[in-house]
């Protein structure tokens, strides 16, 4: 079983930035790939960053250069650092956790921007 614990959320005016964390416990294979998704109220769930443990990126295009995912396997842990923030990109950010194995999400952290 894996558990991913989310951090780092909050209010920020627009143009600033936040910076996500994603820790994962439990039973975790090598190979996985960590990401980030968002939903916004009366919005689906949509990817935002994902990244493999090898080190390929994929980024929703809304994000593309305001946005970078990041991950630290020795500590199974996956960052979103997040710049230029615009109110638009309000949500509850969802961390999870891909494997032949498993699948698991985090309880999501609320960020807010302000304009």
Same mark, same amino acid.
């Given at each position: ?5 989310? +951090? ?15 820790? &994962?416990?439990? +039973?975790?294979?090598?190979? =996985? ?9 009366g ?7 994902? !990244? ?9 295009? +809304? ?9 630290? =396997? &020795? ?7 997040m710049? +230029? ?17 498993? !699948? ?11 304009s």
């Open positions: 079983q894996v558990q991913l614990v989310e +951090s780092g959320g909050g209010l920020v005016q627009a143009g600033g930035s936040l910076r996500l964390s994603c820790a &994962a416990s439990g +039973s975790i294979s090598r190979m =996985n790939t960590m990401g980030w998704y968002r939903q916004a109220p919005k689906q769930r949509e990817l935002v960053a994902r !990244m493999t443990a090898g080190g390929s990126t994929n980024y929703a295009d +809304s994000v593309k250069g305001r946005f970078t995912i990041s991950r630290d =396997n &020795a500590k199974n842990t996956v960052y979103l650092q710049s +230029s923030l615009k109110p638009e990109d309000t949500a509850v950010y969802y961390c999870k956790l891909d494997s032949w194995a498993t !699948m698991a999400w985090g309880q999501g952290t609320q960020v807010t921007v302000s």
